[in-house]
T-cell receptor, first 115, second 116 residues
Framework: DQQVKQNSPSLSVQEGRISILNCDYT??????FLWYKKYPAEGPTFLIS?????DKNEDGRFTVFLNKSAKHLSLHIVPSQPGDSAVYFC??????????????FGKGTKLSVIP | GAGVSQSPSNKVTEKGKDVELRCDPI?????LYWYRQSLGQGLEFLIY????????KSGLPSDRFSAERTGGSVSTLTIQRTQQEDSAVYLC??????????????FGPGTRLTVL
């Protein structure tokens, strides 16, 4: 049972345009949502997060939107650059108790930014 | 400073053999995590260490999997009697302590395990 779903395995966007990556979740107890970026042969790197009590968080070209009623979040990249080409993982955090936090990851969306 | 390192980068083994995967976290990071990524799947949580607390082993898929963290630093993930379905990239991550610090996990490059 996937608690975090990224339904688009891939996305192609022209350089300079907006990239929108989507993520749906089922567990209303998640307290933070995160995006990680992964280049081939490297580990994922943290990109941006949003608290469950917020609806938007912006960091430079990256903005994450959270719609709690729809259990949906999205990552917007504006403008998209060729260096943004990577696999993007959506993740959600839950408190396992006693200060233990778990991240549940989606399957990822491969973004290709075409020059 | 150095990031998270993992060894070996690649491991090919025969079904039924035991394997050990090593993780060196970032110095000073008290939290250490193991994940695995099977082909076409997301990252699957395996186990979490935080300081001297008992590890959270809730993600380990079977009793063939175990992990240790010695001296609050280096960690070893051991898979006994490997099966073909254990083939995956095993990723280690570490983070500093603190509710927000747990969000930013620093990942190693992973160990690609292939069980023939």
């Amino acid at each position: 049972d996937q608690q975090v779903k990224q339904n688009s395995p891939s996305l192609s966007v022209q350089e300079g345009r907006i990239s929108i990556l989507n993520c749906d979740y089922t567990n209303s107890m998640f307290d933070y949502f995160l995006w990680y970026k992964k280049y081939p042969a490297e580990g994922p790197t943290f990109l941006i997060s949003i608290s469950s009590i917020k609806d938007k968080n912006e960091d430079g070209r990256f903005t994450v939107f959270l719609n709690k009623s729809a259990k949906h979040l999205s990552l917007h990249i504006v403008p998209s650059q060729p260096g943004d080409s990577a696999v993007y993982f959506c993740a959600a955090r839950s408190d396992s108790g006693a200060g233990s936090y778990q991240l549940t990851f989606g399957k990822g969306t491969k973004l290709s930014v075409i020059p | 400073g150095a990031g998270v390192s993992q060894s070996p980068s690649n491991k090919v083994t025969e079904k039924g053999k035991d394997v050990e995967l090593r993780c060196d976290p970032i110095s000073g990071h008290t939290a250490l995590y193991w994940y695995r990524q099977s082909l076409g799947q997301g990252l699957e949580f395996l186990i979490y260490f935080q300081g001297n607390s008992a590890p959270d082993k809730s993600g380990l898929p079977s009793d063939r999997f175990s992990a240790e963290r010695t001296g609050g630093s280096v960690s070893t993930l051991t898979i006994q009697r490997t099966q073909q379905e254990d083939s995956a990239v095993y990723l280690c991550a570490s983070s500093a302590q603190g509710p927000l610090s747990y969000n930013e996990q620093f990942f190693g490059p992973g160990t690609r395990l292939t069980v023939l």
